[in-house]
């Protein structure tokens, strides 16, 4: 390239790696580059990683790659990475939810921070060479010393739904929880349990769900039949719990809205295609994938990243009614 553009091999180093000004004449740099463009010259982006001890990569670390909201997550994520020159690895924690090997052997030499999600919190365990900058997403910011954190603000969106059930006039309703023990989840049991008791109404009775159609279709089953009275509506975690409770729900014969309401949590593209459409809570996943990224370039910069909780909506639609007289 040198030789192409009539200069030395020191002038081609200044102006490719931007150092050129004061240095080298506009007209030698644009010599410079105008070689660079007939050669088809690229930098080398590992070699230039090795040399600044940096990779401008980061690692979104999530429970799952065919959940729709982790997908959307990315999404957002890879935006924000893009418009700082960094990319994103997207890493799922084997099995969904626990412990992982280290996908690179040593982590800390192929990437500069991670973003992972609580549900997949176990898999950073198996990732070498500890102390990685860190941000945490739907994860209790309350830890003392804990990394920051970018949340939904699941107990309001509860509270929405609760409310939203209270006031079309049910007091029977039965919750289906997911069986996984993150703070995203316990928070929605606790908000649950708080909106009922501060309405004066009875507490709904729990039943518990693996993260899955058949699961959510057997806990609706169980929560339906039941000894007492029949509950008026099911409020689900999330809206693949809510697609399992419908599917219980006619299992036994009965129509929703008309003999139970169901609701979820997440509007995914399910919540959509079920009939009828499910009354739900719009989760800002891309939202969340940009905020999180962007507190990880605040820590890799030195800079403060506050906690950060992002609003929730409540979606109404035709899986949810007035109960029957």
């Known amino acids: 390239m040198a030789h192409a553009a009539g200069v030395s091999q020191a002038t081609v180093s200044l102006v490719l790696g931007g150092k050129w000004r004061g240095r080298v004449s506009e007209r030698t740099a644009q010599a410079v580059r105008d070689a660079a463009a007939r050669l088809g010259y690229r930098p080398n982006l590992a070699a230039r990683s090795l040399r600044l001890g940096v990779t401008r990569t980061a690692m979104l670390v999530v429970p799952a790659l065919t959940h729709e909201y982790f997908a959307r997550v990315y999404t957002g994520a890879a935006r924000v990475a893009a418009e700082n020159g960094f990319g994103v690895v997207l890493y799922p924690s ?16 192929a990437i500069d921070g991670v973003i992972a999600s609580s549900m997949a919190a176990d898999a ?48 029977r309703i039965a919750h289906i929880a997911a069986d996984v023990d993150t703070w995203t989840f316990r928070a929605r049991t606790q908000a649950v349990t708080a909106e009922l008791a501060a309405a004066g109404a009875p507490a709904a009775v729990r039943h518990r769900s ?42 036994l014969g009965l129509s929703v809205p008309a003999d139970v309401s169901v609701t979820g949590f997440d509007d995914l593209s399910l919540a959509r295609a079920l009939d009828p459409e499910l009354t739900t809570v719009r989760l800002p996943a891309e939202g969340i994938g940009e905020h999180g990224m962007r507190a990880l370039l605040a820590v890799l910069a030195g800079r403060p990243a506050p906690a950060v909780e992002l609003p929730l909506t409540l979606v109404p639609r035709g899986s949810s009614a007035p109960p029957a007289a």
Do not use: W, Y
């Not at 860190?134 to 910011?141: A, E, K, T, Y």
């Open 94 to 109: 084997p099995a969904g939810i626990g412990p992982a090997r280290d996908p690179f052997g040593s982590a800390r030499t």
């Open 210 to 251: 693996a993260l899955g159609v058949d699961a959510a279709r057997e806990a609706a089953v169980r929560a339906l039949t039941a000894p007492g009275p029949r509950p008026t509506a099911l409020l689900c975690d999330d809206d693949i719990l809510a697609a399992g409770a419908c599917k219980g729900a006619r299992t």
């Open 124 to 171: 950073l365990t198996g990732i070498g060479d500890g102390g990685l900058p860190l941000v945490m997403l739907d994860s209790d910011p309350d830890t003392p010393g804990g990394p920051p954190t970018v949340n939904l603000a699941v107990t309001d969106g509860i509270r929405q739904v609760v409310r939203h059930l209270l006031a079309l006039g049910h007091r």
